[in-house]
């Protein structure tokens, strides 16, 4: 009966053993230290915690964990040793773009993953400050430069030019076109760049004639002398002019002898053969002439603008004869008329 008794107290002992042995093993295991790698918003620190799980540490080490805050591993990982554990608040940050300012909060850091949160989309010329790559602090401001570039053309004409050549043959004053000139035309292309609506550059990418101007070709009289019964003669310039005739009488003049101006030229000369009569706002009164027939004729010779008529006007002259019959064989003719110097 004795050894009956001691033998249950032995296996009561050793289980109790065998509990004492499990319950200090359990102590040794919840009071198990660990390193771990704590990174809260950037900050990173080395510590060693005897935290069971991910929640009870941030609780012993008082970290503010805000709403929508980033928490890798979850709050109920337990804790092992070397565990990273990384904890980012979210962060308040400003956003200027088209004309307006957008407020967000985000565990975002770097400009493009707020602007993509925040469903502002760029073209591939839009600019930001700071760069799309930058980390932006807290209450940051991110500002959006929306870029536009435009190709325009314009055409510009480009001017001819213009040669004058001499001819001694012809009389001075007399110009003849011996090519006409023609415009030429230049294609320009730009690219203009655009900061927010404002031009901010202008960049020339092609400059191209399209057409290359053809120039002007005058011929230019410098024959200044003339053969006559006196000689060579100078003069400054010729005509090629409207002729007709007159004479004293009532019919060239509508006045009759008697009249106190028959016969008076309007310088207040007597009318005779070498007095013409003009258009003075083509030849002034005065000027010494040289009257050159043109049709194989002779010649009217040299005169003087004494006279004016009503129908003289513009390119004509009137020759002035003693006769009726001379003024009525003179009928009407183109003379050269030579302004002598």
């Known amino acids: 009966m004795d050894r009956i008794k001691t033998d249950s107290f032995s296996k009561i002992a050793v289980l109790v053993l065998l509990a004492i042995a499990m319950l200090l093993s359990l102590g040794m295991t919840f009071l198990q230290k660990n390193n771990v790698i704590l990174n809260v918003d950037g900050e990173v620190n080395t510590i060693t915690t005897y935290a069971q799980t991910v929640k009870e540490l941030i609780d012993d080490e008082g970290i503010v964990i805000e709403e929508g805050a980033f928490v890798s591993p979850s709050i109920d ?6 565990l990273e554990i990384i904890i980012i608040n979210p962060k308040d940050y400003t956003i200027l773009v088209d004309g307006k300012s957008i407020e967000i909060t985000t565990i975002k850091t770097k400009t493009k993953d707020i602007l993509k949160e925040a469903g502002v989309v760029l073209s591939s010329l839009d600019q930001t400050n700071p760069s799309l790559e930058s980390k932006v602090n807290d209450k940051g401001t991110i500002r959006v430069y929306r870029v536009e570039e435009k190709i325009v053309t314009t055409e510009e004409k480009i001017p001819f030019d213009k040669q004058v050549i001499d001819n001694s043959r012809l009389d ?10 023609k415009e030429g035309l230049k294609r320009t292309q730009v690219i203009e760049k655009y900061v927010d609506g404002n031009l901010v550059s202008s960049i020339i990418i092609s400059d191209n004639i399209i057409e290359e101007p053809v120039a002007q070709v005058i011929e230019k009289g410098t024959k200044n002398v003339i053969s006559t019964s006196r000689g060579s003669t100078r003069f400054k310039k010729s005509l090629i002019m409207t002729a007709t005739a007159y004479d ?3 019919a060239s003049t509508g006045k009759r002898p008697g009249d106190p101006y028959y016969g008076i030229t309007a310088s207040g000369t007597y009318a005779r053969p070498g007095t013409v009569a003009v258009d003075p706002r083509v030849i002034p009164l005065g000027t010494k002439l040289y009257i050159e027939s043109l049709d194989g004729s002779k010649d009217y010779g ?3 603008a004494e006279d004016v008529g009503g129908a003289i006007k513009g390119n004509k002259i009137d020759l002035f004869f003693n006769t009726s019959w001379e003024v009525k064989n003179f009928g009407r003719r183109k003379v050269k008329v030579y302004i002598l110097e």
């Open 77 to 82: 990982t337990e804790i092992e040793n070397n």
């Open 172 to 181: 001075v004053g007399i110009t003849k076109t011996l090519q006409t000139g």
């Open 248 to 250: 004293n009488s009532y």
């Open 302 to 304: 040299f005169a003087i």
